[in-house]
Structures are given as C-alpha cells and as structure tokens.
C-alpha cells in the first residue's frame, strides 16, 4: 500500500508581521537590563511582554498567534543567558541513520522552525560529530533574520577544517576546543574547563558565551551534544520534534541515565505543536 501522508491540523502559517515583531522584541531584550516591552500587533491587539518571555494581550489572540509566542518569547525576551535545545526524530527516536544521514528527518515546517530559532538566537552551537556528519552552514535563510555566531563544541579537534562553518565567512564561529589556535581567520578559538569525567563543563561555556555578548543560545544538536546539555543541568529549554518516520536503526536521540522504575523516569512537562506532520513538544527539562 503506498504511504499516505498523516492528516495534519491546523499550522501557525508563516506570518511575516508577526515574525517582524518578534525580531523586535529579540532585539529589544538584546540590550542588557532591558525593561517590558510594549508593542502593536497586526490585528490592533497590544502586546506586552516582560523580561524572561511572559506576555498578555490586550484581547484574546488566534491559536496560530498564541503558538508562536509561546514557541518564540522564551527565545526572545530572554533576560540573561538562555540556552535552548532541538532535536528532530523518527518515531523509533532515531536522529539520523546509522551512517549519519539526517536530511531531512523532519519536514518543511520544522526547518522554518529551526531557521527562526537561529534567527533569535545570538549563538548556535553544534557538537562536532554534526559538522563532521553534515557540514552544516548554521546561517538563517528560511526566513528574515541576522546570522547567529556559530559555535562547534570539538573536544579532540575531528571535526574537518574545510567544514563551512570554518571557511565560508558566512558568519563568525567560535571553535570550543581548549588550547588550541584557531583553523582560520574568521574562526576564533574559545578555551572552557572540562567538568567532572571529562567532558567540557557547559554551564561554563554558557558564562563564557554570555560574557562575549551571547547570551541566547540555540543549541542544534546533535543527540550526544543535546544529551550534555540535559546530564550537566546546562538548559532551560527542549524543543523535540517527532516525524511520523521510522528508521529502524540509527544516531540516538537524547540520551538519560536508565530510570530503574518507570516513577523514576523524568516526565517533562510543556507544550505540544502541530509542524505539518510533525509534532513538536515544547519541554521544560528536569
Ligand atoms: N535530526 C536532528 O535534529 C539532528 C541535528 C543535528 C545533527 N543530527 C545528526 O546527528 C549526528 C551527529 O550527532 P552525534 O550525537 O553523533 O554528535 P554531536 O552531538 O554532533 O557531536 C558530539 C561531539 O561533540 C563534542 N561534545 C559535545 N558535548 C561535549 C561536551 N560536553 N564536552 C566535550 N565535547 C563535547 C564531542 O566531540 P569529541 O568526541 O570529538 O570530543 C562529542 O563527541 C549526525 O548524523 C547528524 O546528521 C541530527
């Protein structure tokens, strides 16, 4: 039987008014100590939004409006350092074949998603057995929006140096590999403490990142990068995005210490969206 795409519910379309202003409120609390934020929307509602993302309106908004600020504003009005993280996977939580293959696990609507997050984000990051795999160029072209600073976490120095990220000058990239000279000149170098077991300590990386002026930060994977994040209490926020795919077998994936009963495990809670096929959970990580 041929497959059949799964019927899909209503998606927040792509609304360039409501994108522009959500630019303005990202460049609004892109200032240091920046107060609320108030602004029009499209339909006449006014919008008010304080540090850290909560908003009220003036009059009740459309669903697709309300969805894309609670998706955005975490982002956006970030007060301070904020680090949120996205993974797209099949149903068999898989994040790319075994040889690595991931274009494209999801679907259109979730690359939008991902192009707007590095949009409102002042850094990317990526660990190296991403740039190694899919040589990504991390720069913002589904959508309006400046380029974020690009970062690759490369403990031991593997990912390639002609990846994009180190010779197209598309955007700057920070390369996060401890004492070690830069691979080119549009790449600086940035040196952060191991942790305990040898792995880069990531609450640092986030002081170090805020301290150079990026303190939002969109973390794209992959699953042993996102994993990090989550073990060492390094982020505020998971974005996970599940496609109605199955891949057999593959990369994995966030990955948790084994919850011996299932009261044990960590059941997050958020918010869920419809991307076309795809369904997004908004979590908020333990
Ligand atoms: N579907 C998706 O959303 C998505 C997104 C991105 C990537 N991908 C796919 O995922 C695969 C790559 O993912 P992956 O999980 O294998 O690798 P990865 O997360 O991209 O990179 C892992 C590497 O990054 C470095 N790293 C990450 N956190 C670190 C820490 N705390 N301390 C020190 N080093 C750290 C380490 O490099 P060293 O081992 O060299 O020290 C680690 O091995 C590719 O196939 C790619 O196509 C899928």
Redesign the pocket.
């Known amino acids: 039987m041929p497959s059949q795409p799964l019927p899909a519910t209503a998606v927040p379309a792509a609304d360039d008014a409501l994108w522009d202003t959500l630019r303005r409120i990202g460049a609004h609390f892109a200032r240091p100590g920046a107060g609320p934020w108030q602004g029009l929307l499209a339909d006449g509602s006014r919008l008010d939004v304080a540090p850290g993302g909560r908003w009220q309106a003036s009059r009740r908004l459309p669903e697709p409006v309300v969805a894309w600020l609670e998706l955005y504003l975490p982002l956006a009005a970030a007060a301070g350092s904020f680090v949120i993280a ?4 099949s149903l068999d939580g898989c ?2 074949t075994a040889s ?3 274009c494209f ?2 679907g259109p609507e979730n690359l939008d998603h991902l192009h707007r997050l590095r949009a409102l984000a002042d850094a990317v990051l ?9 040589d ?1 160029r991390l720069t913002v072209r589904r959508c309006r929006g400046t380029h974020p600073v690009r970062v690759v ?6 990912a390639p140096r002609q990846a994009r990220v180190f010779t197209d000058g598309a955007a700057p990239t920070l390369w996060v590999r401890p004492a070690a000279a830069a691979p080119a000149p549009c790449v600086d170098s940035l040196d952060v403490p ?2 305990v077991g ?3 300590d ?1 609450r640092a990386l986030r002081a170090a990142l805020a301290a150079r002026g990026l303190p939002r930060i969109f973390v ?10 989550l073990a ?1 209490r390094a982020l505020d926020r998971l974005h996970l ?1 599940v496609a109605p795919v199955l891949i057999g077998a593959g ?3 966030v990955v948790v210490p084994p919850a011996p009963q299932m009261a044990d495990a960590w059941r997050l809670q958020g918010r869920v969206h419809r991307q076309g096929t795809d369904v997004l959970f908004d979590c908020l990580p333990p």
Request: glycine share 20%.
């Open positions: 996205h993974l797209g996977q994040i790319a690595g293959d991931a696990v999801t990526v660990g190296a057995g991403t740039v190694a795999s899919d990504p976490l490369d403990r031991h120095g593997r191991m942790a040898g792995d880069l990531l794209e994977g992959g699953g042993v990068t996102v994993s990090a994040f060492q995005t990369r994995p994936g």
